[in-house]
């Protein structure tokens, strides 16, 4: 099948289910080859998004091929919200203060949205199961204190099964420091390369200089950060830190395309690049898995 | 209005006079534990040692440096004169008694500062040496106090050791004796012919090269792996590491002997592996662990060969091969949070998300679930202390660290019975 014609059949088959009754576009499938492949592509100028650009503007290259690309506007796609959050202790000073702070961010998120609170230390736990948005979500932290499990809660976080028709963010709040998982350091960036959901990091800084065996584990973090498009934060107010990346993240753009001259096995190589001059900073996930 | 001034510090001083220092445990209640054990009212004994609070039985976790305590004192006088009073009711020596009980002093409070746990193993490893029986109860004994060493931080204390830091600060010449002989010592020159005894000896040995503590890591095997991704930077440590890693190859050679232990084969070959995995000779390794399962119908052994070779397997890039070692570990410990995350990592990075994520969601619940309550405090984070988790006992994997001390309730039970 010539690219022209996969074209039109995908449109007819987007139009189609538009107007079907009881079939929404969430009920079709798009996934590596058979389907489309997604990229969040964050664009700033400086610290600020920039808007309004089109799918005309965007390049992507999938290992070095340039791509036919359809875009999806970003409003009419729901986002899910994963919380991450160290309560080890060396992160968390006051429980309670943050715990406010969380309850104030999920009330600032849209009805269609979704979250999820997942809290670790010694243990990783799903505080808060993904749901809508409200009021009354309040995880039960009493105090911090334990050993940090980071790795096998941003894992956790990482393989949150994925749909097509939402965008997955995840925030983790940390110093970065693990002293306690399972999962291997190297495990977290292998892992970050293979899923869609784009990972942003808030970092404490720890009180006096960090030791050399944590290093690993931080910059595990952070290059998993890099390969999801996502970006490190230092910390300020968490209300206030997580409110922007959620901004942030709305006003970032996925561009999709089917796949085509290139091999599906193997490591895909992602580059996005913009069509106009202009100091822009594009942030994207790094590649994909083709199976 | 001088006297309005003198009428609180009178106050104070009436105070002081009627309300002298307190003791820090009574030595009536040091009797009663050890006469209700004598009697086999064991959770009657364990619920006053466990009443006996932290800052009665001993001060601050920091607190390693200051002498003997009131605490111990009051103990050894108390038990002194309580075996003065002749053979146990049952007919038993209380010598013996008392050694237990301290053992279970040691368990009940692993908050305990380490040398204060020292104080009480090694009166009670003194007084079972001064009245030997040769007994099973003493043999079980010895058993016992090895598998509660293991559970402690202070596995340091069984192999003989040379002159350093742990030595010196040591508070008395018994203890002081003892971590240089070493308790397993004692405990093979009791029952030489002990095989369980000379295993724990060259695993304490063991013990000692590991260098996970440097890593920061929990991850044991990536913590544990040589060479060492981040060697100590201070020359004093890292010439001991040098000193204690130079020993692994007769480490290795001991073990190869008790192999041939058909009691002890599985558990030697588990060992065998995982040294071999930790100095990355991975086919090696996977020799080594081939030999458990079909030498053992211990399930903890066989769920740990399977584990071992799911991560030597990862090392060697083999993905599916791992995943099915980690799946078939995992069938056999369910709980197992470590068989879990890394069955689940693997899948991950096979590209199998959805059954990644159902694995570990399921994983981390009920590991959660399985947790054991018993805490310690230790210090977390910007200096200040708070209850840490000693390990999930669900997880082989954490119990593996520790030697025999998943054996501490089959011990206790047999040595109680055999001290009716």
């Known amino acids: ?291 | 209005m001088l006297l309005r001034r003198a009428t609180p510090l009178a106050g104070l001083l009436v105070a002081l006079v009627v309300s002298p220092q307190q003791p820090s445990w009574s030595r009536s209640e040091i009797t009663e534990i050890l006469s209700r054990y004598a009697a086999g009212d064991y959770s009657g004994a364990i619920k006053i040692i466990e009443s006996v609070d932290q800052l009665r039985l001993g001060k601050s976790v920091s607190d390693q440096l200051s002498p003997p305590d009131d605490a111990f004192i009051d103990w050894q006088h108390a038990t002194k004169d309580w075996i003065r009073l002749g053979t146990a009711p049952t007919g038993r020596p209380r010598e013996l008694i008392a050694a237990t009980v301290a053992l279970e002093v040691v368990r009940a409070h692993p908050e305990l500062a380490p040398y204060r746990s020292l104080s009480f193993l090694t009166w009670a490893c003194q007084i079972v040496r001064d009245h030997p029986k040769g007994s099973e109860a003493e043999r079980l004994w010895y058993l016992t106090s090895i598998a509660v060493i293991q559970e402690s931080s202070l596995v340091g204390l069984l192999p003989a050791k040379r002159e350093d830091t742990s030595v010196r600060l040591t508070r008395s010449p018994d203890d002081r004796a003892e971590v240089l002989t070493g308790h397993v010592t004692h405990a093979i020159r009791a029952f030489p012919d002990e095989a369980r005894f000379r295993l724990a000896e060259v695993l304490a040995r063991a013990a000692l090269t590991s260098v996970a503590a440097f890593s920061g890591a929990r991850n044991w095997m990536d913590a544990n792996e040589l060479p060492m991704k981040h060697p100590p930077s201070n020359s004093d440590q890292a010439r001991l590491l040098d000193e204690r890693l130079a020993l692994l190859p007769a480490i290795e050679q001991d073990l190869e002997a008790l192999a041939r232990n058909e009691q002890l084969r599985a558990e030697v070959e588990l060992n065998l592996g995982h040294l071999s995995a930790r100095q990355q000779r991975w086919d090696q390794a996977l020799a080594h662990l081939d030999r458990v399962v079909p030498s053992t119908h211990d399930v903890f052994l066989m769920c740990l060969s399977h584990y071992l070779r799911g991560w030597v397997l990862q090392r060697m890039n083999r993905r599916d091969d791992a995943i099915a070692a980690y799946r078939l570990a995992l069938e056999r410990a369910p709980n197992a949070r470590s068989f879990s995350t890394m069955l689940a990592d693997q899948l991950a990075q096979a590209g199998r998300q959805r059954e990644a994520y159902d694995v570990l969601s399921s994983g981390l619940k009920t590991s959660a679930a399985a947790t054991d309550a018993r805490t310690m405090t230790v210090p977390v984070g910007r200096g200040r202390a708070g209850p840490v988790l000693l390990n999930h006992p669900s997880d082989p994997w954490d119990q593996f660290q520790h030697g025999d001390a998943r054996l501490i309730p089959t011990y206790l039970t047999q040595l109680r019975e055999a001290l009716r």
């Not at chain 1, 058979?34 to 808007?51: F, M």
């Not at chain 1, 999806?72 to 919380?83: G, H, N």
């Not at chain 1, 948005?133 to 204190?145: D, E, I």
Request: no cysteine; aromatic share 6%.
């Open chain 1, 1 to 291: 099948m010539r690219s022209s014609q996969l074209g039109r059949a995908l449109l007819w088959a987007i139009i189609a289910m538009a107007v079907t009754p009881g079939v929404s576009a969430r009920q079709t499938t798009f996934r590596a080859f058979a389907d489309l492949v997604s990229v969040d592509v964050s664009v700033k100028n400086g610290r600020v998004p920039v808007p309004g650009l089109k799918t005309s503007d965007f390049e992507v290259l999938d290992n070095g091929v340039p791509q036919q690309l359809e875009a999806v506007s970003i409003e009419a796609v729901p986002i899910d919200v994963t919380l991450l959050v160290d309560l080890s202790g060396s992160v968390v000073p006051n429980v309670s203060a943050f715990k406010a702070d969380v309850e104030k961010f999920v009330t600032l998120l849209r009805p269609t949205d979704r979250v999820r609170i997942v809290s670790f230390s010694t243990d990783v736990n799903e505080d808060v199961p993904m749901q809508a948005p409200s009021a009354a979500l309040r995880p039960n932290w009493t105090n911090v204190n334990g050993m940090t499990s980071l790795n096998d809660g941003v894992l956790f976080a990482l393989l949150w099964p994925e749909t097509t028709d939402r965008r997955h963010l995840i925030i983790a709040f940390t110093d970065g420091m693990d002293t306690y998982s399972t999962a291997r350091n190297e495990s977290i960036p292998a892992v970050a390369g293979r899923v869609e959901a784009v990972l942003h990091a808030v970092l404490v800084e720890p009180p006096g200089p960090m030791p050399d065996r944590y290093k690993d584990s931080v910059d595990a973090l952070r290059e998993a950060v890099r390969l999801t498009g996502g970006e490190t934060h230092r910390v300020s107010r968490a209300v206030d830190d997580f409110t922007q990346i959620v901004a942030d993240f709305r006003a970032s753009y996925m561009l999709r395309y089917a796949p085509k001259g290139v091999d599906r096995a193997g490591w895909h190589a992602l580059t996005v690049r913009l069509n106009r001059p202009g100091n822009f900073t594009i942030r994207s996930r790094q590649g994909y898995s083709g199976g």
